[in-house]
């Protein structure tokens, strides 16, 4: 009895043993919140099924801390074999070749880049290679609350409205004191993505077309700042502007208290989750410019060092692949607009009895007509960080827009100047 | 007999080690070894994903003629020169107070320290909504009494003194329970030699309160000058450095260094910084309190 007992236990042993070397882990890291990580375990779950000799096990943070614990499990030789890189960090993550180049693998499965939206594809492009497949892309919309313009007597406004009509629906929108009051416009601060739109859309930028020298401190740059900064001074934004985050723009946008404020396709996701909202998602306000509107993409792609390159290729085009099934998966989700110009994940992605009804048509457009991609750079984030505070002045009314961005550029200017990598940004 | 004692001397000296290890290995991996590190990380220049190499001074070179780490220190020693006076102070009010006998002294003593077992991320959070300018709970009182209200963590003016205030709502109530362990250990034989003598309340405190507690309050004074030099978590969450850096502090600003802008070789700098301006002036208040403590 006890010789058999451990003839059966060896048995079972030695099979597990064949079993486990004949299966590959691979490690994946993103980011998000607990709805968005219900999506990718569904995802990591059917791929499991359709490659049962392939293992996913997903490293998973909350957006705050995720690039630094990825660059720290980079640095320590621990990087996961696909990972999910935000747009702002590629360039960085790019100078010290931190992702495979994929050309060859694209080539040798024919994938089809034309099926993504031309600006996901620019995004995952350094040097003129790509490193990753796009994730997310999608327009920075100016969502506009129905109910609060139809209480102004106002109708939506048209594609392709302009500064002025921006502006004469904040003065007419604004009403009311206090706890009561409604204001036209909300925006925060938290990143440079809140101002270029208006600044683009005047004709300046926050670079010269090289992106070696810092621009926003031009007169046109400025004078795009302070009319925005006005209008903040006239009542027409929350007082809480200087210190705003995208939640209490969503707080004050779901309680009728704000008629337009700039949303991601996450916050469109979380807004479109509040019962008799009726609200629709536009391009920024044009000026002499109609491309004012911010167009970004992530990057999924695979850790230069992966030791899994087959099986971390393999998952990464069912998760990102035109033919992949981790598009519909999101799709069904919800998690964000379709990446590729796809009527099929457009069908799964709208719900037509919700609102906003028109985000296909204007995305299409946006991509077509009014989009624009941040002109992203190694030390994008530093230099972030140093114009934020000198934006946050102008507000506060301690500074002109001029005289904050003359102040701010000779820093902005040292931190270009560090960060450069000697061939393209 | 001899042998036997030193075997028995070493068994006593190895059990000592075996019970202290688990605390002396925790503080070398934790403390002693990455403060090490960060010493020496402040003569290179690493960005994480490249290997680090060395550039000697140069990180403090930068340091000594950056704006923003001077605008930090300032806005640090401000908060830090406010704050600890003005907690001291109460707490130390609220301790005599509350070290007498009277109604519901132990529910307020439990009020007052309810704050300090709040973790300051959850206590920023609840502050925030309180300070907005249009429905705030503060405005909306100073509303009530006829003002427009104040734009508390908006401006640069009033925002570094809204942090103080929540500041000092946290931690007055830690302060108060040490004084009042402090205000216990006087006897009372001082104050009724004292009463015979003719001493008013303002005098018995002056003479007799002060001096006798002096311990408590060099304890308090330097441990709370340490702490509020590492202030972070409140400006964080609160108003995130802003507005335009009116309450970015020296750790905020070495964590943007480190983990915003990947510069680790600098933030280590910073780190050895505060570290020596910290040591500077607990070195102060150690030779200043031979003429003010009393043993």
Redesign the interface.
């Known amino acids: 009895m006890k010789r058999s007992f451990i003839a059966i236990m060896a048995f079972l042993f030695a099979a597990a043993m064949v079993a486990a070397q004949g299966t590959v882990t691979i490690k994946y890291a993103f980011w998000g919140n607990p709805d968005a990580i219900g999506v990718e375990k569904d995802i990591i779950d059917q791929f499991e099924k359709e490659n049962p000799s392939i293992k996913v096990e997903p490293i998973v943070s909350a957006y705050a801390d995720y690039h630094t614990k990825l660059l720290t499990m980079i640095a320590g030789g621990s990087a996961p074999d696909v990972m999910r890189v935000d747009s702002y960090y590629f360039s960085d993550f790019m100078q010290v070749k931190a992702l495979r180049d994929l050309g060859d693998l694209l080539m040798r499965d024919k994938v089809d880049l034309s099926s993504y939206y031309q600006q996901g594809v620019e995004d995952c492009t350094y040097k003129g290679k790509i490193y990753g497949l796009p994730w997310s892309t999608a327009p920075l919309y100016m969502a506009i609350n129905l109910k609060v313009l139809e209480k102004a007597g106002l109708k939506a406004p048209r594609l392709d409205w302009t500064w002025d009509d921006f502006a004469a629906i904040c003065k007419a929108v604004t009403k009311g004191d206090g706890a009561d009051k409604v204001y036209g416009f909300a925006f925060d601060l938290t990143n440079i993505s809140g101002i270029l739109p208006f600044v683009w859309a005047n004709g300046g930028d926050l670079f010269n077309a090289d992106k070696t020298k810092f621009t926003l401190d031009q007169p046109v740059a400025t004078a795009a700042i302070q009319r925005l900064v006005d209008l903040y001074k006239k009542g027409y934004m929350p007082p809480e502007t200087v210190s705003a985050t995208a939640d209490i723009n969503t707080r004050l946008f779901v309680n009728d208290k704000v008629a337009m404020r700039m949303a991601s396709g996450m916050e469109v996701l979380s807004m479109q989750k509040v019962d008799g909202l009726r609200f629709e998602v536009y391009p920024m306000p044009r000026g002499v410019s109609r491309n004012a509107t911010v167009y970004k993409s992530n990057v999924v792609g695979i850790a230069s060092g992966s030791k899994n390159i087959a099986a971390a290729w393999t998952f990464l085009k069912f998760l990102r692949g035109p033919e992949g099934k981790g598009e519909t998966l999101y799709m069904q989700a919800k998690r964000m607009p379709p990446t590729m110009d796809n009527p099929k994940y457009w069908a799964l992605y709208v719900d037509a009895s919700k609102y906003p009804k028109l985000i296909e048509t204007n995305t299409k457009a946006i991509s077509k007509t009014y989009g624009r991609k941040l002109p992203l750079r190694a030390g994008w984030l530093e230099v972030e960080e140093a114009v934020r505070p000198s934006l946050q002045l102008i507000f506060t009314g301690d500074q002109s827009a001029s005289d904050a961005m003359k102040a701010i550029a000779g820093r902005v200017q040292a931190i270009l100047d560090r960060t450069t990598d000697k061939g393209n940004q | 007999m001899k042998r036997s004692r030193s075997l028995a001397q070493k068994r006593e000296v190895a059990a000592a080690f075996v019970f202290l290890a688990p605390n002396l290995i925790g503080f070398l991996a934790l403390t002693a070894i990455p403060v090490l590190a960060s010493f020496v990380l402040s003569f290179f220049d690493w960005?994480?994903?490249?290997p680090p190499h060395f550039i000697g001074l140069a990180n403090f070179k930068e340091l000594f003629s950056d704006?923003?780490f001077w605008k930090s220190t300032v806005n640090t020693a401000f908060f830090v020169f406010v704050k600890v006076p003005l907690t001291v102070i109460i707490a130390l009010v609220l301790a005599i107070i509350l070290n007498r006998k009277m109604l519901g002294r132990d529910l307020f003593r439990t009020i007052l320290f309810l704050p300090v077992i709040c973790s300051s991320v959850s206590v920023a959070l609840i502050w925030q909504p309180l300070f907005?300018?249009?429905?705030g709970l503060l405005n909306?009182i100073l509303?009530f009494f006829g003002s427009k209200g104040l734009?508390w963590?908006?401006?640069?003016f009033w925002a570094m003194p809204s942090v103080i205030g929540v500041a000092i709502w946290k931690e007055v109530g830690y302060v108060m329970v040490i004084f009042i362990a402090g205000l216990q250990g006087i006897s009372k034989t001082y104050y009724e030699a004292a009463r015979v003598d003719g001493a008013n309340a303002f005098q018995e405190f002056f003479k007799i309160t002060l001096p006798l507690i002096s311990p408590t309050t060099f304890f308090v004074l330097v441990t709370s000058i340490i702490g509020a030099f590492q202030v972070f978590d409140l400006t964080s969450v609160l108003?995130?450095?802003?507005?335009?850096?009116a309450t970015?502090t020296l750790v905020m600003y070495i964590f943007?260094s480190a983990?915003?802008?990947?510069?680790m070789g600098y933030a280590s700098a910073m780190a050895m910084a505060l570290f020596l301006l910290i040591l500077a002036l607990t070195v102060v208040q150690n030779q200043s309190s031979k003429r003010w403590v009393q043993e």
Do not use: E, I, M
């Open positions: 960005k994480l994903l490249a704006p923003l907005d300018q249009s429905s909306q509303h734009p963590l908006t401006s640069t108003t995130q450095g802003g507005p335009g850096n970015n943007q983990f915003r802008n990947f510069r």
